[in-house]
């Protein structure tokens, strides 16, 4: 399994980006998907994540009502939608998966990892 994620980039705040995360495997929808960030000398922390369907996501409070998290199955790939971004959410953005079908916010809960795409959010 290899994850590629992309779409990152440098932004003012309340502007919107669109993160991509593409996944080699051929049973894409066997996998739930999560999305983590770190930021500079934070540890790693839970974003979203959609069940294997796309029918069940779950958010942090920090970005519920401003990212939105979805899939497309015959594209094998994962999308977060980020809306209204502030600074705080600067950070790097990594897709993971992971082979159940309950979906989880802890990141060792996740088997496989992409390289991470940068945001930046300028004030």
């Known amino acids: 399994v290899q994850l590629q994620a992309s779409g990152g980039g440098l932004v003012q705040a309340g502007g919107s980006l669109r993160l991509s995360c593409v996944d080699s495997t051929r049973t894409f929808s066997n996998f739930v998907m999560g999305w983590f960030r770190q930021a500079p000398e934070k540890e790693r922390e839970f974003v979203a994540v959609i069940g294997g369907s796309g029918s069940t996501t779950d958010y942090s409070d920090s970005v519920k009502d401003r990212f939105t998290v979805s899939r497309d199955n015959a594209k094998n790939t994962v999308y977060l939608q980020m809306n209204t971004l502030k600074p705080e959410d600067t950070a790097l953005y990594y897709c993971?998966?992971?082979?159940?079908?309950?979906?989880?916010?802890?990141?060792?809960?996740?088997?496989?990892w992409g390289q991470g795409t940068q945001v930046t959010v300028s004030s």
């Open positions: 993971a998966s992971r082979r159940s079908v309950v979906i989880s916010r802890r990141a060792s809960g996740f088997d496989y």
